[in-house]
């Protein structure tokens, strides 16, 4: 049927006006657009939720990862991503009000954290998988690699200062008596270099798991 065959057809037959008809259009239009983008997200969802994930990882240089995960993969990479973002180490370091020594202690949970999540990947899915392998390099190897040269450099020094420092001055703030690190600039240089990193990390290990990479985070 024609729109002319329609319209003489409502008009004559159902004795409707021309703006009721108008407003039937309308209301159809509406209807099929609706479903029509429900339609399109919904595919859009799936398509991109079990992409390979293409990016680059600079904590602990381990460089271009290309992955494209199993369902097991993206149940683990989920919980590491929450253990990323609910923990002091996967958050921009605020020189103003984070004390280094629960960044420390934030770091060294998160390294007990990765090496459980890395061990519940099954052995048989290791040998198999070369994604599942990828998945337990970004879990392990990038902190080991990412966060221990730090550690390694500044961490025993800084705690035996700032142990000795909070005794002394029990009424000063922490943020305050850390700053008096004879090295505190050099210290907290690298220590936000290494936290940026951890934070572009997260970024991966969430779109593992989620899919889409979101637009608001570098990657």
Known sequence: MTWEEFYRSATSDYGWTTGQVLALVVIVVLVIGIIAALLYALWKRSSCNWAAVDAEVALGGI??????????DVQIAHKAWVELVTRKAGLPFD????????IYRSWYELFREMRALAKEVPAHT??????????????????????RPHLTKWQAKFMHWYDSALKKSPEKNPQDIQKEYPHYQDLVDDLK???????????????????????????
Not at 63 to 72: A, T
Not at 95 to 102: R, T
Not at 196 to 219: L, M, P
Request: hydrophobic share 35%.
């Open 126 to 147: 290791l040998r198999r998988s070369k994604d599942s392998q990828q998945l337990v390099t970004l879990l392990v190897d990038a902190l080991n690699l990412g966060l």
């Open 95 to 102: 020189e103003e009000h984070d004390v280094i020594a629960e």
């Open 63 to 72: 460089g271009k990862v290309k992955i494209n995960p199993s369902y097991e």
């Open 193 to 219: 270099q290494v936290n940026r990193q951890i934070v572009e990390y997260a970024a991966v290990i969430k779109q593992i798991a989620q899919g889409c990479q979101d637009k608001t985070e570098r990657v």
